[in-house]
């Protein structure tokens, strides 16, 4: 019914900079909001940063600062820009969104994930 597509994860340097982007597709009606989660090993996935439809836009404590999210509404796409980049943020990175399908149902949706790796 409606995918979510992540890419741009890829190993990278401390201090380094990433851009994530998600891409959303299918029976979309609207996007009320998406957002970016991460899980690293041992931990529980959190959430990292979202935006809703009207650009308001949150961001978890240990990223404020460095990390920026942005969407293409026309295009149902949204992305992180990730810079000063720790080995913390080492962590398998999903797309989530709220979503009305064409038939006005509904929906929260996750993507597959893409691993980003800080290492040096």
């Known amino acids: 019914q409606v995918q979510l597509v992540e890419s741009g994860g890829d190993l990278v340097q401390p201090g380094g900079s990433l851009r994530l982007s998600c891409a959303a597709s299918?029976?979309?009606?609207?996007?009320?909001?998406m957002g970016w989660y991460r899980q690293a090993p041992g931990k529980q996935r959190e959430l990292v940063a979202r935006?809703?439809?009207?650009?308001?836009?949150n961001y978890a404590d240990s990223v404020k600062g460095r990390f920026t999210i942005s969407r293409e509404h026309a295009k149902n796409t949204m992305y992180l820009q990730m810079t000063s980049l720790k080995p913390e943020d080492t962590a398998v990175y999903y797309c989530?969104?709220?979503?009305?399908?064409?038939?006005?149902?509904?929906?929260?949706?996750w993507g597959q994930g893409t691993q980003v790796t800080v290492s040096s």
């Open positions: 989530n969104a709220d979503i009305e399908t064409t038939a006005r149902v509904k929906i929260n949706s």
């Open positions: 299918g029976s979309i009606f609207s996007i009320y909001v």
């Open positions: 935006i809703t439809n009207g650009g308001s836009r």
